[in-house]
């Protein structure tokens, strides 16, 4: 900051000091004083005027000089705080503790982000661990398919066979794939979605047909439940292929889970409260259960569990990413189990006049 444009900011201040100025020394003379003394006071008053102007020039110089100077230097001008003291004068004060506001929430949205990045990173390379075991199971198979097709045409049934374990490590990539597409969705899920009223049977049907396949190479049951509900006259207000994807994923645990010695099911357990205002779609196992301590946890990111770790290698990432999306669309979701018996997961869709398409 130099002097010239100091003065010029002081104009207004400057213009009105000299016409008191003028006015002391017109009233001096009014009132007959010796002109001595008239000269002497109109100095002294000019001189302290020039004292306090130079001394508040100086100290707001420093203060724009090394900020404007530091915030040039540094690679990351963010830190420029840190190399400066505090002025001791208001408008610095202000100044200093609007950076400093600034500043701290500039680092905490940073570090959000930085751990936003963090939790993806690590998710990937997890991610990247469940699909590389399926491919290459599909690798092994095709080079034994190979090897069968030529050492013995004629083993039709061991074909088919092998190309239906195929089919299920092909579905089970595809299905880490949307996994990861659809996290990566979530974090502008309102531009993928579109909340409109669907038949809560079309749902079911499509849920069902999408994961058809995977339940019956696992030998699962799929049964539905419906109460007194009438499922085709039922709509809700949703977005059916996030649906249709959040339902898969819980059914994706529901085999993964799968308990050995009993016959394994799957179960879509339908129904209406409230007067109608809260459809509830429960996907229902009989599988191993989660165990009491873990329950409260499930929805957390990356959360593996007892069940992740002693059963199958998991990412931790399918609840949660159930969890996110149904708050995205307005939806309730909890969790019931009971280890090693069964696990219930219920998603609420609330379908009252407040929340309807958009």
């Not at 201040?13 to 016409?19: A, H, K, N, Q, Y």
């Not at 009233?27 to 001595?36: I, S």
């Not at 503790?97 to 929430?105: F, H, N, R, V, W």
């Not at 010695?261 to 779609?281: A, F, R, W």
Request: negative net charge; glycine residues 6%; proline residues 1%.
């Amino acid at each position: 900051m130099t002097f010239k444009r100091y003065l010029k900011d002081k104009t207004v201040e400057l213009l009105v000091s000299f016409v008191a100025c003028l006015i002391i020394v017109w009233l001096l003379v009014v009132f007959r004083l010796n002109a001595v003394a008239v000269v002497m006071i109109a100095g002294l008053y000019a001189l302290s005027g020039i004292i306090c102007l130079l001394h508040d020039y100086n100290r707001r110089k420093d203060f724009y000089n090394n900020l404007t100077k530091n915030t040039e230097l540094l690679d990351k001008a963010y830190l420029v705080l840190e190399t400066m003291d505090e002025p001791d004068f208001i408008e610095g004060k202000i100044i200093y503790d609007a950076l400093y506001e600034i500043d701290k929430s500039m680092a905490e949205n940073v570090a959000v982000y930085q751990k936003q990045g963090s939790d993806f990173s690590e998710y990937i390379e997890m991610w990247i661990h469940e699909v590389k075991l399926p491919l290459s199971a599909i690798s092994l198979k095709l080079h034994n398919l190979v090897s069968a097709e030529t050492a013995d045409e004629g083993a039709l049934d061991t074909r088919i066979d092998e190309y239906r374990k195929l089919l299920t490590e092909t579905r089970r990539v595809e299905s880490y794939i949307n996994q990861v597409l659809y996290y990566v969705r979530s974090g502008n899920a309102e531009r993928d979605y579109h909340i409109s009223k669907i038949s809560l049977a079309d749902l079911i049907h499509e849920t069902a047909m999408t994961y058809r396949e995977n339940l019956q190479d696992n030998d699962i049951n799929f049964m539905i439940e419906t109460g007194d509900l009438d499922i085709k006259a039922t709509e809700v207000n949703t977005d059916q292929k996030w649906m249709v994807f959040i339902m898969g994923q819980l059914i994706a645990n529901c085999i993964k889970y799968k308990r050995e010695g009993v016959e394994p099911y799957v179960k879509i357990i339908t129904e209406k409260s409230g007067s109608g205002e809260l459809v509830s779609i429960a996907v229902e196992d009989n599988g191993i259960g989660i165990p009491a301590e873990d329950l409260k946890r499930v929805f957390e990111k990356s959360f593996t569990g007892h069940n992740g770790q002693t059963r199958t290698r998991s990412t931790g990432m399918g609840l949660y990413i159930v969890k996110e999306l149904c708050g995205k669309l307005g939806h309730d979701v909890k969790i019931e189990s009971e280890q090693g018996s069964w696990t219930r997961v219920t998603i609420g869709i609330k379908n009252n006049e407040y929340y309807g398409v958009v």
